[in-house]
């Protein structure tokens, strides 16, 4: 039995031991343990490690019909994400792969990091540090006034379990917490004590910084537009920790110079590998960018490392009540 562990390098884990080490105590000491660096043009390359796998562990490459049909013995992908855009579901399922993606991992990490961009931007951290480090200025006036977070309406759009976990984290900090997510029943919002907005324009209208934790579909492209931004009455922090694709940038742009939105955090943009040299983005005080990061952590990649692998050993022996998630409709191997 051979498992492939591959994927960009900028992807990968820096070594493989977590992972040898639990595919190994989980299926055989005796697994054929395979780890190739992908690139575009090394699919070909690619084909060839992947035509005798039983499971391959991945993350971003891509999955077409053409790629199963090198993939002869391929019973199961694991994903070590929570998305998987990048693969054919149905290709998948017509050959009876299962497609394993893990259900959590993050959330306490990336609502962590919702609240550091929120105490971060809202007390100016990036301008006082610019000031003293670059241009050796103390001076606290130099910056303009906020309110404090005790006297501030937070909106958070998004309320799965990193949105949740935010409001959770942020409720001794902030006067009051609106959220929007249509998908999401009244009782859930009651039971945080968060205030439910019925519509966008709503939370727009009311609040003071706004966190956005939605996942992308094809009807929230663009969401934060041009529109959006000059509903926000208050002026609103954004923080963007979702999806790249859900800020419309040049639309940002134009609301930072007019001071339409005041501040600005993301950990995603709209391009996944920037041009950061002349990003319009960059450079600005009140803008905070990070590299994708806000899941990152010990345990994070920890939990990312096990819990993806552990897809691929329970999918393997048959064990479908002990995947953490399955998202397609395929007959896992009996015991």
């Not at 054929?32 to 660096?37: D, S």
């Not at 998305?83 to 399922?93: K, P, R, S």
Request: proline letters at 4%; a negative charge; one cysteine or more.
């Amino acid at each position: 039995m051979k498992v492939l562990i591959s994927d960009y390098s900028e992807s990968m884990m820096p070594e493989h031991s977590l992972e040898t080490k639990t595919l190994r105590e989980g299926l055989s000491e005796d697994l054929v343990i395979e780890v190739f660096p992908y690139t575009d043009e090394t699919r070909t390359d690619f084909y060839k490690k992947l035509s005798d796998a039983d499971a391959l562990l991945t993350a971003f490459i891509p999955m077409n019909e053409e790629a199963f049909e090198h993939a002869p013995k391929l019973k199961v992908i694991g994903i070590n994400a929570t998305g998987w855009d990048n693969i054919d579901v149905d290709a998948a399922t017509k050959r009876g792969i299962g497609i394993c993606p893990i259900g959590e991992y993050c959330t306490w990490d990336v609502s962590e990091s919702a609240i550091a961009y929120l105490f971060a931007l809202n007390k100016h951290l990036k301008f006082y540090s610019k000031q003293i480090e670059e241009n050796h200025v103390w001076d606290f006036a130099a910056a303009p006034q906020y309110p404090r977070l005790q006297d501030q309406t937070l909106g958070i759009v998004g309320f799965g379990k990193i949105g949740r976990c935010t409001a959770a984290k942020a409720q001794n900090l902030v006067h009051e917490i609106m959220a929007y997510d249509p998908y999401v029943n009244e009782a859930e919002f009651t039971a945080r004590g968060v205030v439910q907005a019925k519509t966008i324009e709503e939370l727009y209208e009311k609040a003071d910084a706004i966190i956005c934790h939605m996942s992308l579909n094809e009807g929230n492209r663009g969401f934060f537009d041009a529109a959006a931004f000059s509903s926000m009455r208050r002026k609103p922090i954004l923080i963007n920790l979702g999806r790249g694709l859900s800020v419309d940038e040049p639309a940002l742009v134009k609301a930072l110079d007019s001071g339409q939105i005041r501040a600005f955090g993301a950990d995603v943009l709209y391009d996944e590998t920037p041009d950061l040299a002349h990003h319009p983005l960059v450079g600005r005080d009140n803008v905070i960018i990070t590299p994708h990061a806000a899941f990152y952590s010990t345990s994070s990649m920890r939990d990312i490392q096990v819990f993806s692998c552990n897809n691929i050993v329970n999918f393997l022996l048959g064990h479908k009540d002990k995947l953490f998630r399955l998202i397609n409709d395929v007959e896992v191997p009996a015991n």
